[in-house]
């Protein structure tokens, strides 16, 4: 285990952390109450969750193309999103789009806040198949409650896992294929100067880095979306925690680490392993060479489930407000949005997109190295399920998370069977 120091969470990568948003987010007037002065002009509110989705041209060459259209942006994070948007909503003063984490659609759905888009989605797939089919279904299917669609997933990512190449070839260590191999090689490379892993052990988050590795390691959801723990997958992700904490293959803060800590681990090099997001690489890449001192690959499995383990997205969907007054306009907005030209520049400096063509294009593979190495996993993935009191779920698994780090020595059975009495409870 390296030695503690202060120094080390320097580089904390706040340049991804929440963007700022809007003090006023109440607004003074409603998107969904129409147009212009002479009638004929419609607003489109649309709320982004981070000023980074927000295409360069800022709608610029929409309003060439659409002048009878006009797009109002606001960036409220994502943290907030939910929470701002139902205010709003109750008063009538909710935008025409709205940027949220993916497993809230649930809960946003049973309050009958969003808007059936089903019909409309039908209806661009047989003006224009050419565009539509360059969509990959995940698109809708992030956006989407029991079948049916309320907005558009323009941008998904996985997190993977990273991996100091350089240190790995200096012990002649391969890549791991299963969770057993990770933990042998934690071992190998934790030392003095560094550590053998890093994790988001804190609370500060919803439980995503547990969820993808428990996905990873053939962890199951019920029908209603809620993370079967007492299982054979679920005590293995359980003594997963427990190893690394109790063998010091992570540093002991990191019990109360954020995102921003962990990948700052890595980046400053005092962490050789870490479960790290799609949209962090390009922040990696500034400081190492992909392919030289850092790679990075599909999460590995539970030994004896190498080749068959799953692989979760995460998403940032467009959801459509039950309020607007105006839902062709918001498909010409979500065309605009995921139009290849367009999309392309988001996604190359920051997030993936659910555009094919513009995934498997030249200048998308040179602005990101890594992603020929993910082009089946990630087209493979699937959504991470989630429930209707998906912010339970999250506590709970935080609570299991953090009982699994500050007890060590507890049987993983035993805390698994303590917590999954509490995550039923919430059908």
């Known amino acids: ?103 809230n659609v649930g809960t946003m759905v049973s309050q009958g806040t969003l808007m059936e888009m089903d019909e409309y989605i039908a209806q661009w797939q047989e003006e224009d198949p050419e565009s539509f089919d360059k969509i990959l279904d995940q698109a809708w299917d992030i956006a989407g409650w029991e079948d049916t669609s309320y907005g558009m997933g323009i941008h998904v990512g996985p997190y993977w896992h990273v991996y100091r190449q350089d240190w790995f070839e200096e012990e002649n260590l391969e890549i791991p294929e299963n969770y057993d191999q990770l933990l042998d090689a934690a071992r190998t490379l934790d030392n003095d100067e560094r550590d053998g892993y890093a994790i988001v052990g804190g609370r500060e988050h919803p439980a995503w880095w547990l969820s993808t590795l428990f996905v990873s390691m053939g962890g199951e959801y019920s029908d209603s979306g809620l993370p079967q723990l007492d299982t054979e997958a679920g005590h293995y992700l359980i003594e997963f925690y427990q190893t690394l904490m109790a063998e010091e293959l992570i540093d002991p803060s990191a019990i109360s680490w954020s995102s921003g800590e962990m990948r700052g681990a890595f980046i400053g090099g005092n962490a050789a392993m870490a479960p790290i997001g799609d949209n962090i690489f390009p922040l990696i890449q500034e400081e190492m060479e992909y392919g030289e001192e850092w790679t990075a690959a599909p999460q590995p499995a539970r030994p004896g489930m190498e080749g068959e383990n799953e692989h979760e997205l995460w998403g940032w969907p467009m959801m459509v407000s039950s309020n607007t007054e105006h839902p062709e306009e918001v498909m010409e907005v979500f065309k605009y949005l995921s139009d290849s030209e367009i999309v392309s520049e988001v996604a190359n400096r920051y997030q993936p997109t659910t555009n094919q063509e513009v995934m498997s294009s030249d200048e998308y593979q040179e602005a990101k190295p890594w992603a020929a190495d993910f082009e089946e996993a990630f087209a493979e993935a699937i959504i991470m399920p989630s429930h209707i009191n998906q912010g339970e779920v999250h506590q709970i698994l935080l609570d299991v998370m953090q009982e699994a780090l500050q007890n060590p020595e507890r049987d993983a059975e035993e805390i698994a069977q303590e917590f999954q009495p509490e995550l039923d409870a919430l059908d």
């Open 1 to 103: 285990m390296k030695l503690w120091s202060a120094g080390i969470l320097a580089v904390s990568c706040a340049a991804l952390a929440a963007c700022g948003g809007n003090d006023n987010a109440e607004g003074e007037t409603s998107g969904n109450n129409g147009g212009g002065e002479d009638g004929e002009e419609t607003v489109v509110r649309v709320w982004f969750g981070r000023e980074d989705f927000i295409p360069a041209d800022n709608f610029e060459q929409f309003h060439e193309d659409n002048p009878d259209i006009r797009v109002e942006t606001d960036v409220v994070p994502l943290e907030q999103a939910v929470s701002d948007f139902m205010r709003n909503h109750s008063a009538g003063n909710d935008p025409d789009i709205v940027q949220v984490f993916h497993d």
